[in-house]
């Protein structure tokens, strides 16, 4: 990887997490010590992991709270947003 003189001076990359309270160690993409650049966090408020780890479709309210915050993220100059959840996968086409 390259390394940067002021990685401060790097854009921003976003992440969108859900209402979760668990530890966040160094290598996980919530914990801004893993990226050798700012990292921008907003949470999709009211998501809860019950919501997420379902066989079920995710109705357009739960969609919206996540393209709530990817914008929210965007307009505080996000280059990229990325969660760390697989189960979001099936919102994909959304």
Known sequence: MAEFTDPDALPPLGFISIDLDIHRPPGDPYNEKTW??????????????????????????????FVDAGLRLAARGCVGIITSCGFLAMAQAE
Do not use: C, H, N, T
């Open 36 to 65: 050798p650049f700012p990292l921008i966090r907003e949470m999709a408020e009211g998501s809860k992991v019950s919501q997420v780890v379902s066989s079920d479709q995710y109705d357009s309210a739960f969609i919206d709270r």
